[in-house]
């Protein structure tokens, strides 16, 4: 394990081709650190098994719907050449109408592998969001009968407050303070860990085992593609986390799944809120991934600061710090991708365009799809190019 990234469990493995199971948390299992921690306290995957459907049956009651395979395919609409194609992904109708909540499962399971371990904290769970990692993080802590709290900015959707407020979270909304820099959120949040909360939010900074559920995603994808695989994968980054997770799925997917090739992975911003993006430009060359990232590090004072004024329609990638930027870069290195930012047209017409193929997305959950917009028109992604999109957030 490193900063913001999880490295695979010894002796993970990739289910076999005939499995039916359709729950992404028991289908691969084997892959999840939380199940090799369980196993390796000697409980039996069985037990594993049954806590996991008790979790997931306790979420259906709390969203209507637990954790299921979400739908992928090719979405000819969606071509934004006039050869190239583009396999969507679309998480809009996962718990809580996104990604979200497949981290926060995730750090459930090893909650739970804490209780049978005898390392359970009774603390309130802690989160900072502006949106859909709050109603995932407010969601599973629901079902598992656990308090949380969630902060969020002043901008927050009434909408989502709502809804969290129905699910039992105590809402804090954060102004800024005088001569504070940095999210407002993410410092009244970690006050509240230095406080003793647990960290049950989406920053691998806070809490690496956010990624161990993300990985689900690209598990899936790897295996929606299959071995031909597509050229790129175009991700929304916000705090980093989904891109790094997923990025990390696909190169498992390819080590021990179906993938015969890893597709180049591209991180994608707003233009009005691009701090890794600008962060990536700087990063000092160097010989290996590695002395790259240890280089990165170093200057991540000069790299890697808040955003003034971020703004975009795509509200849920407006983190001003991209806390996960090191598990970001590491995944563009390896797979030989690159960042860009997508201006506010390409968002808009990015938006439009998923809705019109019949995807119910904000224009977050479609700002991948706007950086590939905006790569086939500069030239930076051929417009023969395969290309995959995530699909992330749905339309509230």
């Not at 959950?365 to 706007?370: D, E, I, N, T, V």
């Amino acid at each position: 394990m490193t900063t913001s990234w999880l490295d695979t469990p010894e002796g993970a493995a990739w289910p076999t081709a005939d499995s039916d199971e359709t729950n992404p948390f028991l289908r691969y299992r084997e892959l999840l650190w939380s199940w090799h921690r369980w196993t390796c306290a000697g409980l039996s995957d069985d037990d594993f098994t049954t806590m996991a459907r008790a979790l997931d049956d306790s979420v259906k009651l709390v969203a209507g719907t637990g954790f299921v395979t979400t739908p992928a395919g090719w979405a000819a609409s969606l071509t934004p050449g006039s050869q190239g194609r583009v396999f969507a992904k679309d998480e809009t109708g996962n718990v809580g109408g996104s990604h979200k909540a497949r981290h926060l499962m995730g750090l459930l399971l090893h909650l739970a592998v804490d209780a049978v371990t005898g390392a359970e904290s009774n603390a309130r769970l802690a989160i900072s969001s502006c949106g859909n990692a709050a109603l995932g993080a407010a969601t599973v802590a629901r079902a598992a009968k656990r308090p949380i709290d969630v902060f969020i900015p002043t901008w927050a959707d009434p909408k989502v407050v709502a809804v969290l407020e129905g699910l039992e979270a105590t809402v804090h909304v954060c102004e800024r303070q005088a001569n504070e820099s940095g999210d407002p959120c993410m410092l009244r949040f970690q006050e509240a860990v230095e406080g003793g909360a647990l960290p049950f939010g989406v920053q691998a900074t806070e809490n690496l085992w956010t990624l161990d559920g993300g990985r689900t995603i690209g598990w899936e994808l790897a295996d929606q593609l299959g071995a031909d695989s597509v050229d790129n994968v175009l991700v929304q980054v916000g705090g980093g986390a989904l891109l790094t997770s997923c990025a990390i799925g696909l190169l498992e997917g390819a080590a021990l799944g179906p993938l015969e090739r890893v597709p180049r992975v591209w991180a994608v911003q707003a233009q009005q809120c691009a701090p890794f993006d600008t962060a990536w430009s700087q990063i000092p060359a160097a010989t290996s991934v590695d002395e790259r990232l240890r280089l990165a590090e170093q200057q991540a004072d000069r790299l890697m600061t808040p955003w003034p004024d971020p703004s975009s329609a795509a509200t849920g990638i407006l983190d001003d710090v991209t806390y996960d930027w090191l598990g970001v870069a590491r995944a563009l290195l390896l797979t030989g991708g690159s960042s860009l930012a997508a201006g506010e047209d390409d968002i808009q017409s990015a938006n439009e365009g998923v809705r019109t193929a019949g995807y119910n997305a904000d224009h977050t959950g479609s700002a991948g799809y706007a950086g590939l917009l905006a790569a086939v028109r500069e030239g930076a992604i051929p417009p023969t190019d395969t290309n995959a999109v995530l699909i992330t957030g749905t339309l509230r």
